[in-house]
């Protein structure tokens, strides 16, 4: 089945190709757009063709091209943040005309905090997609004076956190492991450092950052929720580069420069926490041998051969290591990234990219004592490795059609564990269990008329469970309880067919313009999952097992329709949308009362399955110029579940269901060297469930549901203000470069957020309960970093 739908595919291909032909007075300009400051390619840059009323955008890479009748034109480049740019070509056969923009901050009296298409959120075909700027978030005040990627992007509409410290993220109605968090196109499938306080993306070393929420394109999949997409810089090709900073957390070290003549150019870019060197005077001599640090390193490298083939290899290294004597803990990740980029014609562009992910964990005790009599090892990972080969076909100023592939080997091991007791050794480890899945799409960007561009398209996904491995029939006595079971256990032998499934993921946006400056947005996209976190906690631990479809368990779904308008006022200089969206989610995850999901051979019988709806409204409005920028966000949503035994058969809010979200953040250029920050957020408490009733069993106390509800209460609510304050220093450092301190409060008016709340047996009257909070941050966090550039 597969290969007949890859010949119709390449035949669809070469018959969209062969359209090149199809008038010989027309012409192609196409080329590259960089910064001029330091090589960078630039995304989404508008490349505006003035006599013809008609333009496109740059892609990822800094590409663009457009076909047009023979003539005289003038482009225009322009991208909020850097000086408009005008070139005029006679256009008598095909031209290549690349160029390199200024940053114009030093011409303007004001500030801008976004550097894209001044009325790309109108007139784009996008939705549900905001973009976060490096150097607004690098403005923004931050928890120990740290910038963080994923901690700022909880403050935009239609994303949320279950609480301080936790891992992740969680967008419109999804948990954490149904958003796609792609560094350089690799998965990372654990964002977080210290349990979620920090993210693995080093700041100094980011790009570009996108977050689709919804109207998610064809080329993206394998997650249900969002596509978190970040791009690593490829490193100055003008001249060497250094910068850094010295905080009170972690120290970080960036290094760029070119080589080859400016033909290449590479980036290495590291940070090492020292909590731990900090904290060691302070401990006593029991805990003097704790450990407890993380450390990353990312790292680019580019080279272009020749005007047709530029080559990008990029990698991550990150760890973190928690214990002290005789206990050990620690996660990590490992992404490597190569690409390829190709021009086979004006017209047509191919992005190849290979890359390998391995995500690894793991858990001892007394692994390195050789006397000790008892001990544990407990090692776990998941790799994946792919090829995924993008092409951009730009058929007419009015179409760019995009087509491609990708596939997937899965590697999970979910436990490779020895327990020793009393010097005896018992191996409890689970066997590895393989997959793949394969991909094909094809989606088109098409402008009908001058107020209505559409973008649909079409992903067929198909994912194979394979062997060597066992699988078992289970059998249920009573529904909602753990299923037993069934001997003897089917064997599978090296790469057999344990289960299939295949998926059509059909994607549609379209855009009405209603005037120049408003326009109205609607999208629907059906995306599937293969990959499952298991986690019965309230919040992912580093320790939560990633789980492949198999026999017995199906994919993850979703179906999300969305309608928005959005309104740009003052020459851009606000924007405005209000987004509404239903979203349903099928074949979601819970769990039997007692569920056993570490080194479980019958985890599957320990598992629940169900459905989920979440629907909602986000209200944003953002300030792009002036001296005070920034932007508030309101979302009012519900996010629900429904499993068959659970809460009564009737539908229960999610553990991360925030009915009310609203957020702030405002930046203060006060003068030319001092820039003021803060940032606020308040919503609604989490969902927990807590006792309706209470019997005395043996003199104490105990708490009970007697109608079996769900998340029947709520915690109180979240609140917090940070500010911070940016001062550059008027001295040059080491004679040429600059210098800035950065001076932070985290949780100003010192709220104690609470992260759960638990009820207990009153220690003083074991017959009486008491609800107890439990706080992961409790106090304000002042910080103060020094950040350098030369």
Known sequence: ?????????????????????????????????????????????????????????????GFYSITLPSGSYTLVYTYIGYQKTTKTVILDADKTVSIEMGDESNELAEVTISTKKADENVKSIEMSVNKVEMKTIKKMPALFGEVDLVRSIQLLPGVTTVGEGASGFNVRGGDISQNLVLLDEAPVYNSSHLFGFFSVFNPDAVKDVKLIKGGIPAQYGGRISSILDVRMKEGNSKKREINGGLGTIFSRLTYEQPFAEGKGSFIVAGRRSYIDVLAKPFLNKDLRDSKFYFYDLTGKVNYRLGDKDTFFASGYLGKDVFGGGDFGFGWGNVTATGRWNHIFSNKLFMNLTAFYSN???????????????DKFDWKSKIISSSIKPDFTYYLTPNNQLTFGGQYIRYDSRPGKAIAVSEGEGTDISLDPRYADESALYIGNEQKLTDKISLQYGLRYSYFRSLGPGTEFDYLEINKGERKLPIFPAKEYGKNDLIKSYANWEPRFSVNIGVSPSTSIKASYNRTAQYLHLLSNTAASSPLDVWTLSSFNIAPEKADQV????????????????????????????DYVPGSDLLLNQYVAGDLLFGKGRAYGAEFYLKKNKGKLTGWVSYTLSRTERLVETINNNDWFPARFDKPHNFTSVAIYELKKRLTLSANFTIATGTPATFPTNSYNALGFVVGNNYNGARNNNRIPAYHRLDLAATLKSKRKLFGSGD????FSVYNVYNRRNPFSVYTRANEDNPLKTEAVRYAVIGSLIPAITYNFKF
């Open 359 to 373: 995500y690894d964990y793991s858990l001892g005790q007394n692994q390195n004592d050789e006397n000790a009599k």
């Open 562 to 589: 969305a309608l928005g308008w959005f309104k740009n006022f003052k020459e851009n200089t606000y924007e405005a949308s209000v987004e509404v969206y239903y979203k349903k989610l099928y074949n979601q995850i």
């Open 739 to 742: 210098g800035e301190w950065v």
């Open 1 to 61: 089945m597969m290969n007949k739908l890859l010949k119709k595919f390449i035949t669809l291909m070469l018959l969209l190709c062969s359209v090149s032909a199809y008038a010989q007075d027309k012409h192609t300009v196409s080329g590259f757009v960089k910064d001029v400051s330091n090589g960078e390619g630039l995304i989404g840059v508008s490349v505006y063709v003035r006599e013809a009323e008609t333009g496109v955008v740059t892609n990822p890479y």
